[in-house]
């Protein structure tokens, strides 16, 4: 939902922007009675206009969500920051507020003399794309450049940049093949004659501008569907997700959405190949055939997970073993605490092993450098951080405490996490008060009494527990445990 809206938003601030001086020459430079001298000369330059146009607006806006990806946005705080600034910008398209901060400047009028058209035209394209080298006729592309920034997802910039490339882009080519002729010109005239176009057009800005605040103010609490069930425990890596049938052996889903059993338990993916534990082995196999290419003897082996350099395995609650691939050495020790100390399943990125470890005092998220042996936390709480996936960059894992259960996002390095999906707490609380009572208001701040956790559904307990990321989407396990004692496991997916 929330990147739908954002590129409607971007899409229509494009739009929008064709209606400055710029977008004004560039009819006429391409048109085939201008600077392109003949029709297909034009449709050669719309198209390499266009290009232009989706290059700069993904320089922009992506280059400014990884910005902010380095800056470690996407916590609460930053997307409360681009609500604000959407409904800002919002209020401001409605009224008609005249832009400001503007951007007075042209884009260079001798390239379409001195250069090829075509490439004039590209070169052209690229500055509008950018959005900030010429006039600005809306407040919607500062309010998407904060945004882009607060959130701090690139691949999320990189489709507001092509939404707002398309955007400029589109009236130019609409209008510069047919520019000399009745409509064409009866279009062009409107455009510069009729004032209450440019209005409605930042009126159409102003209610998406409103709808990207909504989004955004609702996008912690988005809704999880269910990527399948039963299952648990799934893990993924490019097009593949594997995942858990209780009872059953793993199952296999390959990117053109085919489903295989797997001869094993405990299935993980990485470096391209997909994995399973048969007893005391671990076996590697092309996701293709499922014929093994690789195996390792690893006795009492739990949990387990692989990249292309190392693979580590869990024994028990207390040990993590690893060994290079290539058996440069033995099998080894890498993490061994003493009960009541727990760790959790591992993650792997190349040599960068993560995982949860747990105690009496807390529990932390932890990094370890296979190669080097070097070790640092990356989060750290007195509530429970369980069950880390890492694609390398981001780190998604479970944060749960009596306040509630959050599925949370974030980079390796920064610790300002996304909340992608809430639920409410595994233990449930009494109401608060006696019977035919209400809660006092003495002594607290204001006179108002904190708000209180929520409560699960009667007769329902939730449990957010293992995690897998992909370039699309979080997952995550949910048991669920109904009236009776039942449980049930499904796989969650959540939109990045």
Do not use: K
Request: net charge positive; charged share 15%; hydrophobic share 50%.
């Amino acid at each position: 939902m929330l990147s739908a809206v954002l590129i409607a938003a971007a899409l229509a601030a494009g739009v929008t922007g064709a209606w400055s001086p710029c977008g004004f020459s560039m009819v006429e430079t391409l048109a085939p009675a201008g600077y392109a001298g003949r029709l297909r000369t034009t449709l050669v330059a719309c198209a390499t206009f266009t290009l232009g146009a989706l290059a700069g607006g993904v320089a922009t806006f992506g280059g400014l969500a990884l910005l902010g990806e380095a800056l470690g946005a996407g916590g609460a705080t930053a997307t409360a920051v681009a609500a604000v600034v959407a409904v800002a910008a919002a209020v401001g398209e409605a009224r008609g507020v005249r832009i400001a901060p503007q951007v007075r400047r042209q884009v260079p009028e001798s390239w379409r003399r001195v250069l090829p058209v075509p490439l004039a035209a590209g070169l052209y394209g690229v500055l509008l794309g950018l959005g900030f080298t010429t006039f600005i006729l809306t407040f919607a592309v500062w309010a998407l450049a904060a945004v882009s920034v607060a959130l701090g997802d690139p691949v999320l910039g990189a489709l507001i940049g092509l939404a707002f490339g398309a955007g400029r882009a589109l009236p130019v080519i609409a209008l510069a093949p047919v520019a000399e002729t009745d409509r064409g010109n009866a279009a062009h005239a409107a455009m510069a004659e009729r004032p209450s176009i440019l209005r409605g057009l930042r009126a159409a800005d102003a209610v998406a501008l409103a709808a990207c605040a909504l989004a955004i103010g609702a996008a912690p609490a988005e809704a999880a569907t269910i990527a399948v069930a039963p299952a648990t425990d799934p893990a993924a890596d490019g097009g593949l997700v594997v995942w858990q049938v209780s009872g059953e052996s793993g199952r296999l889903r390959r990117a053109d959405g085919t489903v295989a059993a797997l001869p094993g338990r405990d299935p993980v993916v990485g470096a391209g190949l997909v994995g399973w534990r048969d007893a005391g082995r671990l076996l590697l196999a092309a996701p293709s055939t499922l014929t093994p290419v690789d195996g390792f003897d690893a006795p009492g082996a739990g949990r387990f997970a692989f990249s292309a350099e190392w693979v580590v395995w869990r024994v028990g609650q207390t040990t993590l073993m690893a060994q290079p691939r290539n058996r440069s050495r033995p099998p080894h020790a890498v993490v061994r605490v003493s009960a009541p100390e727990q760790v959790g399943r591992p993650s792997l990125a190349g040599a960068r092993l993560i995982f949860h470890r747990a105690g009496r005092s807390g529990s932390q998220i932890v990094l370890l450098d296979l190669a080097s042996g070097a070790q640092r936390v990356l989060r750290r709480s007195n509530a429970q951080l369980l069950n880390p996936a890492t694609d390398g960059r981001a780190l998604l894992y479970v944060r749960s405490s009596a306040l509630g259960q959050e599925l949370r996002l974030g980079t390796l390095d920064a610790d300002a996490d996304r909340v992608l999906y809430r639920a409410a707490p595994t233990a449930r609380r009494d109401t608060g008060v006696e019977p035919g009572r209400a809660r006092h208001r003495a002594g607290y701040p204001g006179g108002r009494a904190p708000r209180l956790a929520p409560r699960p559904r009667d007769g329902i307990t939730d449990t957010l527990w293992s995690t897998a990321l992909s370039a699309e989407a979080a997952y995550v396990t949910r048991l669920r445990r109904g009236a009776g004692g039942a449980t049930s496991a499904v796989v969650l997916r959540v939109e990045r």
